[in-house]
């Protein structure tokens, strides 16, 4: 396996200066973020097909263990506030459970029962994103297996092609970064590649869902100041109305969509049904 390979470069890496290695560590980056676009062509291929799954009002999941898990975890716990995902429809099954994002849970990458009873709440409408460096988890290999036997969607990252995880998926996405500069250390290139690739594949998905108009965050969740202040910006930009009568809009309705339509002149239901049906940029 790539990842796991020691390159002779690097043996002698704690008697470098810490500029030399920190070069080192940032040319791993470099390459890390070519892996993903050499993908490219997969992963858009993923985000269309997810898309048109998650239009028939499927769920979102993402799957993974250790720093793998975390950060599919991470993606998917963005979506929501970003571009308001439905939280009933977003899975996040990393093995170990919750406590497995703060501290690692010894033995939980190959619970092969704890993946195939979590694959259970997957049906044919839903979508699972799958990451693993190695390509090899057991969990996150037999969560997958388990998953598409049930008809959902199958997407997997990996950054060793022809890994068992990318055979088991529907749609395999090899991120070929290479070995580590800390042998193994995953969390590295192989770490950024997945980051990368996973905010390329999400983003594109609620692009094409309709939860931006634009570049603007249409579909965001206000939960603090600042975005209150954007979403009002956001009204009164699309709207046209002054800042002052957007923010109060949208204290009113608290939803960007439904605010900008009200303010152009649909009644209270029809906006928010309207809202709720089809992507902003058709109603405006």
Do not use: C
Request: glycine share 8%.
């Amino acid at each position: 396996m790539s990842t796991e390979d020691s390159p002779a470069r690097y043996t002698n890496l704690d008697l470098w200066s810490s500029q030399e290695v920190a070069e080192a560590l940032l040319e791993r980056q470099f390459i890390a973020v070519s892996a993903v676009h050499r993908a490219l062509p997969e992963l858009v291929a993923a985000a269309e097909r997810a898309a048109l799954r998650l239009r028939e009002g499927g769920a979102l999941s993402y799957a993974g263990a250790g720093t793998s898990g975390r950060i599919a975890a991470q993606d998917g716990a963005e979506l929501p506030p970003t571009f308001g995902w439905p939280q009933e429809r977003l899975r996040l099954l990393v093995a170990g459970g919750s406590g497995a994002l703060v501290q690692a849970i010894e033995g939980a990458e190959d619970d092969r029962a704890a993946a195939r009873e979590a694959a259970g709440q997957l049906g044919e409408r839903d979508v699972l994103v799958s990451l693993s460096a190695s390509g090899r988890t057991p969990f996150t290999a037999e969560l997958t297996r388990a998953a598409r036997a049930r008809g959902a969607l199958t997407i997997a990252l990996a950054n060793n092609p022809g890994s068992e995880l990318l055979q088991l998926a529907e749609l395999p996405i090899a991120l070929d970064s290479g070995p580590e500069v800390i042998a193994g250390s995953t969390r590295l290139a192989a770490g950024t590649a997945q980051k990368v690739a996973l905010n390329v594949f999400s983003t594109l998905v609620m692009v094409q869902l309709g939860r931006t108009y634009g570049n603007k965050m249409v579909a965001l969740r206000a939960a603090n100041q600042k975005l209150e202040v954007r979403a009002a910006r956001i009204i009164a930009e699309l709207s046209g109305a002054d800042l002052e009568t957007a923010a109060a809009m949208f204290g009113e309705t608290r939803d960007v969509r439904v605010a900008v339509l009200r303010l152009k002149g649909y009644g209270p239901e029809e906006a928010r049904r309207l809202a709720s049906e089809q992507p902003l940029r058709e109603l405006l």
